[in-house]
Every structure is written in structure tokens, then in C-alpha cells.
């Protein structure tokens, strides 16, 4: 079972969503802005093993259609973490954000 091979945090298992077990809830824990006026958003698991980058215009980002807290996405979408810095920071931060902000809030 995928819940199985996740790493909960705070002692929880991974929210699964009713409609799909092979979807996971996701924090996030990076937003950057270019000279493009694009927004990459990076939202990891729990563990910080693995992330999903979205890139949007920061235009798309205003007002119903700002960045949420968490987002589920499906196993099948998610890339591995490759360095163990970059997995620690995420860890870190998607713990931070889970702990300060509902999943659906506006960050």
C-alpha cells in the first residue's frame, strides 16, 4: 500500500484522497519569481523524497486562483528528490507549512 511506503509526518499517515490511492498530499515549500513573469511553484511530499515544479505566470496567481498550502497529486506525477540537502530542506519546510496552515489556505 502507498501509505505504507510513505514517511508520515507528526505521526500520521499521507492523506489519500476517496477517488484515488495513488494520489498524495503535497506542501509547499518553494516559490520563486523570474524576469519572465513566471512563478515556480515546488510542492513536496511529507518526507521530502519527492516534488512536483509548476511553473505559472504570476498574473494566474491573484486572487481564487492563488498558490493553496497543499495540493493531492498523483504518485505517477511526482519526481524523486536527487540530493539529500534539497530533501531535508523540503521535509523541513512542508512540515513548517503543515503545521502552520490548513491545506486549502491561500499562501
Known sequence: ML???LTTM???PP???EADDETVR???VER???DRNLVTLVY???DGERYQRKERSATSLQGDNAA???VDIEVADLE???DPETRERYATEASRVAESTDPDELI
Open 3 to 5: 501509505a505504507d511506503r
Open 10 to 12: 507528526a505521526g500520521q
Open 15 to 17: 492523506v489519500m484522497t
Open 26 to 28: 503535497c506542501w509547499l
Open 32 to 34: 520563486t519569481f523570474d
Open 44 to 46: 513536496a511530499t511529507p
Open 68 to 70: 493553496t498550502a497543499a
Open 80 to 82: 524523486p528528490v536527487p
